[in-house]
């Protein structure tokens, strides 16, 4: 296995940091962990246990018994558990569909690995939990944009404050779908693993769909936010009169050579999406032009009556008014298209 490291995906989420939940209370990623075996694992493991497999298929219950013993390790353990899931579930596929028999024919064999599937499936109840229980772990987490494309909000809400002012956890919509990184078709014993289902909009959910990728790309693993650059194609298309049509312009993104990543962008049609957006390159230029302009306004050398008009503004709320977006690489995924942003601001400095 690669060695790879936790960190943020497009700067979406900080495992070692704890989150502010759309409730307003803070949590660490142990307390998420521990709702969420609270929430599922007796459900599930109660409906796993109810599933019967044929004596004469040996490999099933082994690979059942291990599912069981470990369902901890299946619910809340890191993506790294993943691969090793994965490669003994394909081990026993492949030991299953090369030992046919007379008592074992081939179709036999893809009956019964069928059957198991769908009660697996059945026993993890994905659609059952997704509308109340997943969207109270959507409300701790608190993701606001999509974890693939920064390009789209992914919010979720809590319930009106009761009688204590709690915010009410229980029934919480969430504008927000959870792509699972291994697709619980093939993988449905990962359908309700807490680090397989990733907050991601309608769209990035649909066009990843069940394609493979490695997990190197996981948004819990892999850094987009350092391997990927928006750029304009052409940069006289944001100063020469002849460019002024916005349509003209062409965005790039460069991925560092990170082919699997490119690919991934390119059926999530980033290119396509983004270049739908180009009004805000003319006001990104704009930006730049008045910078000098704003970087007086935030200096002490201001005005005093503006200076104490705007003394009771936070420095970095104050840069992103005047701006028009979040400066800090942290702070990415606060807002759809800030990394956009941020990429095309740098391409437009001398």
Same mark, same amino acid.
């Given at each position: 296995m690669p060695n790879l490291k936790l960190v943020n995906d497009m700067k979406g989420i900080d495992l070692k940091m704890s989150r502010i939940g759309a409730d307003g209370k803070e949590r660490s990623w142990e307390d998420i962990e521990n709702e969420f075996v609270k929430l599922f694992k007796?459900?599930?493991?109660?409906?796993?246990?109810?599933?019967?497999? &044929?004596?004469?298929? !040996?490999?099933?219950?082994s690979f059942h018994e291990h599912l069981q013993r470990d369902i901890d390790e299946i619910l809340i353990g890191k993506p790294y558990v993943f691969p090793k899931w994965i490669r003994y579930w394909n081990f026993i596929l492949r030991n299953l569909r090369s030992n046919s028999s007379k008592k074992r024919s081939p179709k036999a064999i893809e009956k019964n690995i069928s059957s198991y599937i769908i009660k697996l499936t059945n026993a993890f109840a994905y659609k059952k939990f997704r509308t109340d229980g997943l969207n109270k772990i959507a409300v701790m987490i608190n993701v606001k944009t999509c974890l693939y494309c920064n390009h789209n909000f992914t919010i979720v809400v809590g319930n009106s404050p009761d009688d204590n002012g709690e915010i009410v956890m229980d029934n919480a919509q969430a504008f927000i779908q959870f792509d699972h990184f291994f697709d619980k078709s093939s993988f449905p014993f990962l359908s309700m693993?807490?680090?397989?289902?990733?907050?991601?909009? !309608?769209?990035?959910? #649909? &066009? /990843?769909?069940?394609?493979?990728?490695? =997990?190197?790309? #996981?948004?819990?693993?892999?850094?987009?936010?350092?391997?990927?650059?928006? /750029?304009? /194609?052409? !940069?006289?298309?944001?100063?020469?009169?002849?460019? *002024?049509?916005?349509?003209? *312009?062409?965005?790039?993104?460069?991925?560092?050579?990170?082919?699997?990543?490119?690919?991934? *962008?390119?059926?999530?049609?980033? &290119?396509?999406?983004?270049?739908?957006?180009?009004?805000?390159? /003319?006001? =990104?230029?704009i930006a730049k032009y008045l910078q000098p302009y704003y970087e007086k306004i935030l200096s002490d050398s201001m005005p005093s009556e503006i200076r104490d008009a705007l003394s009771k503004f936070d420095s970095n709320l104050l840069r992103r008014h005047l701006f028009g977006f979040f400066q800090e690489e942290k702070d990415i995924n606060q807002r759809p298209l800030t990394k956009f942003c941020q990429d095309i601001y740098k391409q437009l400095s001398p």
């Open positions: 007796k459900g599930i493991l109660r409906s796993i246990s109810k599933i019967n497999i &044929k004596k004469s298929y !040996p490999e099933l219950r693993s807490l680090y397989n289902l990733i907050p991601a909009c !309608p769209q990035c959910n #649909h &066009k /990843k769909s069940n394609k493979p990728y490695s =997990l190197a790309l #996981h948004p819990y693993v892999a850094d987009y936010a350092s391997q990927l650059t928006f /750029k304009i /194609k052409d !940069p006289n298309a944001m100063t020469n009169p002849k460019f *002024m049509k916005i349509d003209l *312009m062409e965005v790039e993104i460069e991925n560092r050579g990170n082919m699997e990543l490119g690919n991934l *962008m390119g059926n999530l049609a980033i &290119k396509e999406r983004y270049s739908r957006h180009l009004d805000i390159v /003319k006001e =990104l230029e």
